[in-house]
């Protein structure tokens, strides 16, 4: 399955997960890794299965490097009807009110634009005793699993 990991970090925890996870899938799939920063969402490619990975800054907001992004989309309105997707999100629940809102308001952005959403939107909490790549990395095989299911392209 062609598989592209795109990432929107504020410190460089989102990056550096996103990576693990390519490094994860790399022997079976054909992975590629971007920041959401490079990323033009009018040229996303239908053929290519996209795993979101973005944390959460301030008030519950995107991070830097999402936020041209979901700029965007919301400037050029793309149809992304032909887009899939999942997200993994990386937060903090000492931050109870905002917790996990900026990969929720991403998967909001692409939803809102045709992209369709494939397993549930995952939530790491730094604060809890899990790694992120514990959680990440068997959330990852699972959506891909449930993306070949669903599209039929071998996962």
């Known amino acids: 399955m062609k598989i592209s990991i795109l990432y929107g970090t504020e410190t460089g925890n989102a990056e550096m997960l996103a990576e693990d996870i390519q490094a994860e899938l790399d022997a079976a799939h054909d ?14 490619d239908p ?11 301030g008030d ?20 992304l009807s ?3 997707f999942a997200i993994f999100g990386l937060g903090d629940s000492e931050y109870h009110e905002t917790f996990n809102g900026g990969p929720k308001r991403l998967a909001e952005l692409m939803i809102a634009r045709g992209a369709r959403q ?3 939107r995952i939530a790491h909490d ?6 992120a790549e514990d959680i990440a990395f068997p959330w990852a095989e699972q959506v891909l699993a449930e993306a070949e299911e669903r599209l039929g392209a071998p996962a």
């Open 126 to 131: 730094a604060s809890g005793p899990d790694l």
């Open 31 to 44: 992975v590629t890794c971007d920041n959401l920063a490079d990323t033009d969402p009018t040229a996303l």
């Open 118 to 120: 494939i397993g549930d």
């Open 47 to 57: 053929t290519r299965f996209y795993l979101l990975v973005c944390s959460t800054y």
């Open 60 to 79: 519950g907001e995107l991070p830097a490097s999402a936020q041209p992004f979901a700029e965007a989309i919301d400037k050029a309105g793309p149809d």
């Open 82 to 84: 032909n887009v899939h």
